[in-house]
């Protein structure tokens, strides 16, 4: 008897995978930015912003004094969404925020005159002024830009101001009663 099987059939030879656009189109598009906070710790953030700034406003209607300016609503987001960062620990809020709107009283009064230049001049200085002093906050180079555009008498600003950061710093102290799992604040005071 003969053997009439055939011999097996080689394998194709394989072919190199081929690029798909969709997956590098995926890689480019995937973030490599901190995974989204967990829920509880999103809505703690937003619970604790809106007591401190709504507090703010409640303080600023009682004393006829806006405690709620711009920069301090910026303040509250890095407080209460990156509290761990240097730029948001007490010495850096309240340092920085008043470093700043003197080094704005200051630029006015040399240059005399309130312009964009000097605006301009007043945050540039802000940022100098924090970095010496090792108070940089971020947000507070925008207060130097306001004590030069809108010229608020500089003793009343300046108490308010305190006011309002002490005040942030303060609820700030408050999340980790609220949600044991965020981070410690503050990690440092001065």
Do not use: C, E
Not at 22 to 41: C, E, F, G, I, M
Not at 43 to 68: D, K, R, Y
Not at 127 to 132: E, I, K, P, Y
Request: aromatic residues 4%.
């Amino acid at each position: 008897m003969t053997n009439t099987t055939t011999p097996p059939t080689p394998p194709p030879p394989t072919q190199p995978p081929t690029r798909r656009p969709t997956r590098r189109l995926t890689q480019r598009l995937t973030s490599k930015a901190p995974p989204r906070p967990k829920p509880t710790t999103i809505l703690t953030n937003t619970l604790t912003a809106t007591l401190a700034l709504t507090t703010l406003a409640t303080l600023g209607t009682l004393l006829h004094q806006p405690l709620l300016i711009p920069p301090l609503a910026a303040t509250a987001a890095l407080l209460y969404g990156a509290p761990q960062l240097p730029l948001s620990q007490p010495r850096n809020v309240i340092g920085g925020q008043l470093i700043s709107a003197l080094t704005g009283y200051t630029t006015l009064t040399l240059t005399g005159t309130p312009t964009p230049y000097t605006a301009a001049l007043a945050g540039a200085l802000a940022l100098t002024t924090m970095t010496l002093t090792r108070t940089n906050h971020s947000p507070a180079a925008a207060t130097a830009i306001i004590t030069t555009t809108t010229q608020p008498p500089t003793l009343p600003f300046l108490t308010t101001l305190t006011l309002s950061t002490l005040t942030l710093t303060l609820i700030t102290t408050l999340r980790p009663k609220i949600d044991p799992t965020t981070p410690t604040y503050p990690q440092y005071w001065w």
